[in-house]
């Protein structure tokens, strides 16, 4: 029986960790990052690297980048906004708040996007294979 996991991969160490794990327990791993248009690519340069490596040592993973700059460029986030500087300090103090992208704005869609990729994958992973496939959801909010 083949283990397949959709996961969202920002390359951080949580989401690279999950991923790790997916594969240490003999998972097919399909990766997405997100493009959303922040000023720090650190994360999808990140990603990048982390699947690279794996390649490089004959661990495949697929991984697609979902641009959503268009649609995110709606928002007004110290992320995001050009005029809008990234404060400096420990992200506890008051000024780090500007930081933050409220649910309501990425995290919402980057679930919807997610979600809606786990469907579409499983059921084409169900209809290009005549035996049943066990599907995991795999999800990590950054």
Request: glycine share 4%; with cysteine; proline share 1%.
């Amino acid at each position: 029986m083949s283990k397949v996991a959709v996961m969202a991969f920002s390359g951080g160490m949580d989401s690279t960790g999950l991923l790790m794990r997916l594969l240490a327990d003999d998972f097919e791993v399909h990766t997405l990052s997100y493009d959303y248009g922040q000023k720090h690519k650190i994360e999808l340069e990140r990603a990048k690297a982390n699947i690279q490596y794996l390649s490089e040592n004959n661990i495949q993973v697929s991984h697609k980048i979902v641009d959503l700059q268009s649609a995110m460029s709606v928002f007004y986030s110290a992320l995001t906004t050009d005029d809008y500087e990234i404060p400096e300090g420990h992200y506890e103090e008051e000024q780090m708040k500007q930081t933050v992208v409220p649910n309501t704005q990425c995290n919402l869609c980057f679930n919807s996007l997610w979600i809606c990729t786990f469907d579409s994958f499983g059921k084409r992973t169900r209809s290009q294979n005549s035996t049943r496939s066990s599907f995991r959801r795999s999800h990590h909010l950054s």
